[in-house]
């Protein structure tokens, strides 16, 4: 029972776990957005747009970033272009990055390369698509090599790219085409605007200060009004893991609750089996003692017996319960919030461990109760 009941909660929390695989727990995204308080002769209402020279000035001002890239899209936040390649077409989001956009997201490439500094510093016609887009217009064949046309433009597919995770933020990284900045700025005519920046922070550092110290820069460098709640927009990654750890410590805290009940259920069963032997050799102990058996001689075979009953048992609970739990992992592919179910060896090891020493300590109670038996009533027992 315990080896199922934690193979389970470890399969529910593998899959939550794999539908934001990938996605960094220290990240912070912050864009801008309409002002709602009137500042240093603006009135309120003001349209807040980030520029490229912005992620240079957080950089400079804000502690504790490990990675920071500027990010735009063509036609804003969940716009769609029309693609091209062959008599084949597809909407999917062209996006303007930095090369280092893909440590922050950690998507795996799949084939030929991502785009790098020198595709960026030429401004080079060159894009790495995802795994939803060699899909649609590749039929998934290798598009290395191959030219896709958006909005007119030709553009040299290098590589492909794809999500690790199942969430709907994963669906929408494999529908994208990623393209150089400066490629996107003078193709697309950015003119240095940028939709949002994908931050990720230091694990040593609290993403809620460097958050908070992000939005303070850009709110005086775009003379936002400090207490302004609406300037600049923002999500923290820790805002949704946080609820999601203590939801995973939850579960864990009730499979080990329910899984030790059921171990003192079975030792209890063992100790009431042994009280149940004894009983029954009542007569067999008697013997014993009245021929010349010491009392630790009575209470080492009764332990004996115990923990044997408990080593016996628990293997096969414990290779029963690990194959039921691997039977369940075969069955359940499919399920999206349950993946991979397993028992972590250090679990089984302890579990094991403790019901033979719960067990042998379960043998105590009958010893005790043997050694009250005086030899000649013990004869005398039918």
């Known amino acids: 029972m ?14 939550i776990r794999s539908m934001f695989k990938g996605f960094s727990t220290n990240s912070i995204f912050v864009w801008g957005q309409s002002t709602s308080l009137p500042y240093d002769g603006f009135k309120e209402g003001r349209r807040v747009r980030l520029k490229l020279e912005d992620a240079e000035y957080v950089r400079e001002n804000v502690e504790g970033i490990k990675l920071l890239a500027p990010r735009a899209q063509l036609g804003g936040y969940g716009g769609g272009e029309n693609v091209k390649y062959g008599d084949k077409t597809g909407a999917f989001s062209i996006q303007g ?11 795996p490439q799949v084939d030929g390369r991502f785009i790098n500094e020198i595709d960026n510093h030429r401004s080079r016609k060159v894009c790495s698509i995802g795994r939803r887009v060699k899909e649609v217009l590749f039929n998934n064949e290798n598009p290395v090599g191959s030219y896709i046309t958006i909005n007119g433009l030709q553009f040299l597919v290098v590589g492909s790219h794809r999500s690790q995770g199942s969430s709907h933020q994963a669906e929408q990284d494999d529908q994208q085409i990623i393209i150089p900045m400066n490629t996107y700025q003078k ?3 950015g003119g240095g605007f940028v939709n949002w ?14 958050e908070a110290e992000i939005k303070s820069a850009l709110k005086k460098k775009h003379r936002i009004h400090p207490d302004d ?7 923290n990654a820790k805002k949704m893991f946080g609820p999601m750890q203590m939801t995973f410590m ?5 499979a080990w609750f329910v899984g030790i009940m059921t171990l003192l259920a079975g030792i209890i069963g063992v100790s009431n089996i042994m009280l149940v032997s004894v009983k029954e050799r ?16 009575i209470v080492v075979q009764i332990v004996m017996e115990a923990m044997i009953l408990s ?5 096969v609970g414990l290779m029963a319960g690990i194959w039921l739990v691997e039977l369940i992992g075969q069955n359940a592919p499919g399920a999206q919030n349950f993946k991979d179910p397993e028992v972590k060896l250090s679990v089984a090891v302890a579990a094991f461990i403790i019901l033979i020493i719960c067990g042998s300590l379960a043998g105590l109670l009958p010893a005790n109760r043997a050694l009250r038996v005086k030899p000649v009533e013990a004869l005398r027992y039918e």
Do not use: H
């Not at 990055?97 to 922050?104: A, C, K, Y």
């Open 2 to 15: 315990l080896m199922i009941i934690m193979g389970l909660s470890m399969g529910l929390e593998n899959g």
């Open 97 to 107: 990055d930095v090369p280092r956009v893909r440590e922050i997201y950690q998507w």
């Open 187 to 189: 193709a697309f005519g």
């Open 197 to 210: 920046f994908a931050i990720d922070c230091y694990d040593d550092q609290d993403s809620d200060i460097v």
């Open 229 to 235: 709640p609406r300037g600049i927009g923002g999500f």
């Open 250 to 254: 939850t579960v864990r805290g009730v």
């Open 282 to 297: 009542t007569k067999e102990i008697g013997v014993r003692r009245a021929i010349g058996a010491r009392p630790r001689n």
């Open 311 to 315: 080593f016996v048992a628990g293997y």
